[in-house]
């Protein structure tokens, strides 16, 4: 774990608010994404470990930050499942992370039954140094960033434009990545969105 720490803690500081974008205070659109690696996971009944340049083998990885304690992402928890079947198969690896260190329901064991209970399609972690989230500027839960597969940055902030699904009328996320997958340029006013929800606590 020690390694994790510090190499995430380096990327945190590398990652200043120069290269900051509008709503996120320290990652921007294009940058490179901030490398991780041996943060503990599930992945259905068994244990993984997430490791960036493993996941930048897809086409698309679409980072979360989730906590099972926030009622935001209950709210998102049935879109991100679908979301994460609708591109399977289609080259986009899906991969749900928490950084909440608080809440008992948030740690390896909650999400391992999070997992279980919901049937989660995608690899979900948990990073007790917190370090992912700062590298990422994460603050609110659920948050989204979509990495190509040069570990470029092309998409950060929220999944849609409504926390009530009934109401949504713009698909932030599905246009990133599919714009990604087609080769595409997303359209810089599209590229980055105000994260909504809970908000991360950092203690470390």
């Given at each position: 774990?020690?390694?994790?720490?510090l190499?995430?803690?380096v990327?945190a500081?590398?990652?200043?608010?120069?290269?900051?974008?509008?709503?996120?205070?320290?990652?921007?659109?294009d940058?490179?994404?901030?490398?991780?690696?041996?943060?503990?996971?599930v992945?259905g009944?068994?244990?993984?470990?997430?490791?960036?340049?493993?996941?930048?083998?897809?086409?698309?990885?679409?980072?979360?930050?989730?906590?099972?304690?926030?009622p935001?992402?209950?709210?998102?928890?049935?879109?991100?499942?679908d979301?994460?079947?609708?591109?399977?198969?289609?080259?986009?690896?899906?991969?749900?992370v928490?950084?909440?260190?608080v809440?008992?329901?948030?740690?390896l064991p909650?999400?391992?039954?999070?997992?279980k209970?919901?049937?989660?399609?995608?690899v979900?972690?948990y990073?007790?140094?917190q370090?992912?989230?700062?590298?990422?500027?994460?603050t609110?839960?659920?948050?989204?960033?979509?990495i190509?597969?040069?570990?470029?940055?092309?998409?950060t902030?929220a999944?849609?434009?409504?926390?009530?699904?009934?109401?949504?009328?713009?698909q932030?996320?599905?246009?990133a990545?599919?714009?990604?997958?087609?080769?595409?340029?997303?359209?810089?006013?599209?590229?980055?969105?105000?994260?909504?929800?809970?908000?991360?606590?950092?203690?470390r």
């Amino acid at each position: 774990m020690r390694k994790i720490v510090l190499s995430l803690a380096v990327l945190a500081l590398v990652a200043s608010p120069a290269l900051a974008g509008k709503f996120n205070k320290v990652i921007s659109v294009d940058q490179k994404a901030p490398a991780f690696t041996g943060i503990p996971a599930v992945q259905g009944e068994k244990e993984a470990t997430l490791n960036l340049d493993n996941l930048a083998k897809d086409e698309v990885v679409v980072l979360v930050f989730l906590a099972n304690h926030c009622p935001v992402v209950t709210a998102y928890e049935d879109r991100i499942i679908d979301f994460s079947n609708d591109y399977k198969g289609k080259g986009v690896k899906v991969v749900g992370v928490c950084v909440d260190v608080v809440n008992e329901q948030d740690k390896l064991p909650g999400i391992k039954q999070r997992v279980k209970d919901k049937g989660y399609p995608f690899v979900y972690g948990y990073d007790d140094s917190q370090q992912i989230g700062k590298a990422y500027g994460a603050t609110n839960t659920p948050q989204f960033v979509v990495i190509d597969k040069n570990k470029t940055i092309r998409y950060t902030g929220a999944m849609d434009d409504s926390q009530n699904e009934g109401k949504v009328t713009k698909q932030y996320l599905r246009k990133a990545v599919d714009a990604v997958l087609a080769g595409e340029t997303i359209d810089p006013n599209e590229s980055e969105t105000r994260a909504v929800g809970c908000g991360i606590r950092y203690t470390r």
